[in-house]
C-alpha cells in the first residue's frame, strides 16, 4: 500500500508538472536561464542564435556508425553557430538505457537535449524532467513521445520512404513479378510502418505480388540465412526490398556472390558506403537514404533555434538552418528534412557517409 | 566418460560392428540432422540442392569452429563466454588493417588477428588458471572488456566491403573443390583438434582434468599449463573466424558477432559435450553447430511464420537433446545388459 501511495503520489506530480505547464515550467526557465531575456514562452523569429550553448546529442547507441555520422552533422552545425556539442550515449539500444544519461545531462545543466529515442514511452517522464528544468529537448530519427519533446525532426516521412522504396523496385524489375521484404525485427515500428505504405503503394501494381516479409533481426549471419530462405523457398522471385541497412549489406553480400546476381534485383534503405561495392558489380542498381549527417546537422540548428527563443516549437513557425535553408515546423512539431535522395551508380560516388 | 575411451570388447564380427555404431556418442545429433534435412527435403526439394547444401556449410563454419575452440576449454571443466567479443575485436581490427593500410599482406593480418586471439585468450587462461577465478565470472569480465576495447578503437567507424581488397573478399566466397573455402579451413581445423584430443597425451589430460581436477593434480598433470593452452587454442581460434566473419559479411563494426557466444555453447551442448566437463568430442559440437545452422535455414526455407521462429528454434533444440539423451540412456542400458549375459 505504502508503495503504492508513492506511485500515485509521483504520478500527480508529474501530471501536475505536465499540465500546468505554463506556470510551473516558466519559473523553472527563468531560474534556470535567468540572465537572459529571451527565455519567455512567446517567440521571437529575429533573435539571433545564443553564443556558446550547450546541446547534448544522445544517440540510441553510441557507436552506431549511422548515429556517429548523424552526430557528426550535429556538430558541425555547432561549430557555425558557435555551440559546444557534444554526444553521450549507452553502447546498448535497450529501451531503459537513456534514462541515466537524460539525469545527468539535467544535472549538467544542458541547454539543449538532441536524442533518438530507444523507446517512445520509457524516456517521456525524464524528458520532462528535463523540459521543466528549462531543457529544450529535440528529437532526431527515432521520435519519443510527443509529450516529452518540444520537435521531432523527421529524417524522411514514413510514407515517402515505403512509397518511394516500391516504386524504385518497380522501375528495375519492370513492375512485373513476385517480391518479398527484409526486414529488421517483427516489431521494429519504423519498419513495420514503412511496410504497410508499400503495401499500400503495391496496390497500384496488379502485376507485383508481395509473398513475404523476412526478418533478419538486424543481425549479419540471420539476414543472410533469410535472404537465401527467400530465395529457396520461391525460385522465381525477382526482387527484394530491405529497409534496414544491415539486412540490404547482408542481403547484398549474398547476391553478389551467388548465381542470382544481378537477376534477382535489391533495393532498400542504405548507406553509399556501404553499398558502393555492390552498386558498382551490378548486385544493386539503386537504393535511396536521407543524409544523416544532415538530419544532425538540422537537428542541432532546431535545437539552437529553440534555445535561443526564434521557436517555441509551435506549427508553423519558421527558423534557419545554415546550408540547408529554411523550415518550417509542421503538426505535432514535426519537422521533415526532405525526400531521400536514390544512389545509383552515377551519383553514388559523391557521397561520402 | 567418453565411449571413445572405452575399449571394443571381444565379441561376434556382426556385433562388433553394431556395438560400434550404436556406441558412437554422437548418433543421436546424426539422427536428428538426417530427421531435419528429411523432412525439410521433402516439403521443398530445393532445401537438399547442391547450392542449399554449399550455403548451410557455409553459414555454419564459423560458428563450428568457435565450437570446436569452446570445447577444448569446456571439456577441462571451464566456459569461455568472451569468445564473441575476441571474434569482434580480431575481426574489426583485421578488416580496419586491411582498409587502411591495403600494403599488409593479407596473410600477415590473418596471422595478425590470431595472435591478438591468443592474447586474449592467454588473459582468459591466466585468469582461469593462474588466479583460479571460476571461469564463468572470469570470461564474462572479459566479454565485457573486450568488446569495451573494440568500441573504444572503432569510435563508431564501420568498414564497408568496398573499403577491404576484393582478393581479402573472396575468400568469404570462394569454393575450393565445391566446397566454400570457409568450411573446408573449418573442416580442416575440426580434423587436426579432433586427432589430437583423441590421440595425443596433452589432450587426453584436458579430459582427465574435466573429470576429476583434484584427480588430476595428484596424476601428475600440469593442470595450469593445460587450462592455458585450452584457452590460448581457443583464443586463436576465435581469432581465425573473427578474420573469417570480415571476409564473409564484408560490413564490418564494432558490434560484430555480438551474443554469438549463447550459439557456441549451445552448439557444444548439443553436440553431446558434457557442460561440467570431462566428456564429448570436438565432432559433436561441429555437428551440434551443422543442426542450429541447420534449423534456421530450414525454418526460412519452410516458410514458417518470422513470429513464431525463435520459439520453434528452441522447442527443436530441446528435442534434439532430448532425443540424444533417450539415445544414450537405451545404448548404455543395452550395453549394460548384454554385458550382463556375457559376464554369465
Known amino acids: 500500500m505504502n508503495t503504492r501511495a508513492v506511485a500515485s503520489l509521483v504520478g500527480t506530480a508529474l501530471l501536475i508538472s505536465a499540465c500546468g505547464g505554463t506556470t510551473k515550467s516558466d519559473v523553472a526557465r527563468q531560474q534556470s536561464s535567468a540572465p537572459s531575456a529571451a527565455s519567455s514562452s512567446t517567440a521571437n523569429p529575429n533573435a539571433p542564435i545564443k553564443q556558446g550553448l550547450k546541446i547534448a546529442f544522445l544517440p540510441k547507441q553510441v ?15 555547432g561549430k557555425e553557430f558557435g555551440a559546444e556539442v557534444k554526444e553521450v550515449g549507452p553502447s546498448d539500444a535497450n529501451a531503459s538505457s537513456q534514462v541515466s544519461y537524460i539525469n545527468t545531462l539535467v544535472q549538467q545543466k544542458q541547454d539543449a537535449i538532441v536524442i533518438s529515442a530507444n523507446d517512445p514511452n520509457a524516456v517521456v517522464p525524464a524528458l520532462k524532467q528535463a523540459m521543466d528544468a528549462g531543457i529544450k529537448v529535440v528529437s532526431y530519427d527515432s521520435d519519443s513521445g510527443q509529450d516529452g519533446r518540444h520537435l521531432f525532426i523527421n529524417q524522411a516521412g514514413a510514407e515517402d520512404l515505403g512509397r518511394t522504396e516500391v516504386q524504385l523496385l518497380a522501375q528495375q524489375i519492370g513492375s512485373k513479378g513476385k517480391i518479398a521484404i527484409l526486414s529488421a525485427t517483427p516489431n521494429a515500428t519504423n519498419q513495420n510502418t514503412w511496410i504497410d505504405f508499400m503495401k499500400d503503394e503495391l496496390k497500384k501494381y496488379p502485376d507485383m505480388e508481395l509473398v513475404k516479409v523476412a526478418y533478419g533481426n538486424d543481425d549479419d549471419q540471420k539476414s543472410f540465412t533469410e ?11 525477382k526482387g527484394i526490398i530491405s529497409p534496414t541497412t544491415v539486412g540490404i549489406a547482408a542481403a547484398a553480400r549474398y547476391l553478389s556472390s551467388s548465381s542470382y546476381k544481378g537477376k534477382v534485383k535489391l533495393t532498400g534503405l542504405g548507406t553509399p558506403n556501404q553499398l558502393r561495392k555492390f552498386v558498382k558489380d551490378g548486385t544493386i542498381d539503386g537504393f535511396e537514404l536521407w543524409s544523416p549527417g544532415d538530419l544532425g546537422y538540422l537537428a542541432g540548428y532546431a535545437a539552437a533555434a529553440l534555445a535561443s527563443g526564434q521557436i517555441t516549437g509551435a506549427e508553423g513557425e519558421k527558423f534557419k538552418a545554415g546550408r540547408l535553408g529554411e523550415y518550417t515546423v509542421g503538426a505535432k512539431g514535426e ?16 557521397f561520402d557517409f | 566418460m567418453t565411449a571413445l575411451s572405452e575399449a571394443t570388447p571381444p565379441g561376434h564380427g556382426g556385433r562388433r560392428l553394431f556395438d560400434r555404431v550404436t556406441r558412437v556418442r554422437e548418433l543421436g545429433i546424426v539422427l536428428a540432422l538426417a530427421a531435419l534435412f528429411g523432412v525439410t527435403g521433402a516439403v521443398n526439394p530445393t532445401f537438399l540442392s ?3 547444401i554449399r550455403d548451410i556449410l557455409l553459414n555454419s563454419a564459423i560458428v563450428a569452429m568457435l565450437a570446436v575452440g569452446q570445447t577444448l576449454v569446456i571439456v577441462t571443466r571451464n566456459v569461455d563466454l568472451s569468445i564473441s567479443s575476441i571474434v569482434g575485436l580480431t575481426g574489426f581490427g583485421g578488416a580496419l588493417v586491411l582498409a587502411d593500410s591495403p600494403a599488409v599482406p593479407i596473410a600477415v593480418v590473418i596471422a595478425g588477428c590470431v595472435a591478438l586471439g591468443v592474447v586474449c585468450g592467454a588473459i582468459n587462461g591466466l585468469l582461469v588458471g593462474v588466479a583460479k577465478v571460476p571461469a564463468l565470472v572470469a570470461t564474462l569480465g572479459t566479454l565485457y572488456a573486450f568488446r569495451g576495447i573494440d568500441y573504444a578503437w572503432a569510435g563508431g567507424r564501420q568498414v564497408n566491403a568496398a573499403d577491404m581488397p576484393e582478393s581479402f573478399l573472396s575468400l568469404g566466397s570462394r569454393s575450393v573443390l565445391g ?3 570457409l568450411a573446408l579451413v573449418a573442416l580442416i581445423v575440426l580434423l587436426a583438434v579432433g586427432w589430437m584430443l583423441r590421440n595425443l597425451r596433452a589432450g587426453r589430460e584436458l579430459y582427465a582434468i574435466g573429470s576429476n581436477p583434484d584427480a588430476a593434480v595428484l596424476a601428475g598433470i600440469q593442470v595450469r599449463r593445460r587450462i592455458m593452452t585450452a584457452f590460448m587454442a581457443n583464443g586463436a581460434l576465435a581469432g581465425l573466424a573473427g578474420v573469417m566473419w570480415a571476409a564473409r559479411f564484408g560490413t564490418v563494426d564494432a558490434t560484430v558477432a555480438t551474443g554469438k557466444e549463447l550459439d557456441v555453447i549451445a552448439a557444444v551442448v548439443v553436440g553431446g559435450v558434457a557442460i561440467f566437463g570431462g566428456s564429448g568430442t570436438v565432432f559433436g559440437a561441429a555437428l551440434g553447430a551443422l543442426l542450429l545452422t541447420g ?3 530450414a525454418l526460412a526455407v519452410l516458410r514458417v511464420d518470422a513470429l513464431a521462429q525463435t520459439a520453434i528454434n528452441g522447442a527443436l ?7 540424444d539423451r533417450v539415445l544414450a540412456l537405451r545404448v548404455a542400458a543395452a550395453l549394460r545388459r548384454r554385458r550382463y549375459r556375457d559376464a554369465r
Open chain 1, 63 to 77: 557507436n552506431n556508425p549511422y548515429f556517429t555520422i548523424a552526430d557528426r552533422g550535429g556538430s558541425d552545425a
Open chain 1, 227 to 237: 535472404t537465401q530462405g527467400l530465395l529457396r523457398s520461391y525460385p522465381d522471385l
Open chain 2, 317 to 323: 533444440l530441446i528435442a534434439a537433446i532430448v532425443l
Open chain 2, 179 to 181: 566446397l566454400p573455402l
Open chain 1, 335 to 350: 519537422v521533415l528534412l526532405g525526400k531521400p535522395t536514390v544512389f545509383t551508380k552515377d551519383n553514388v560516388d559523391e
Open chain 2, 50 to 52: 547442391f547450392g542449399s
Open chain 2, 295 to 297: 534449423i534456421t535455414s
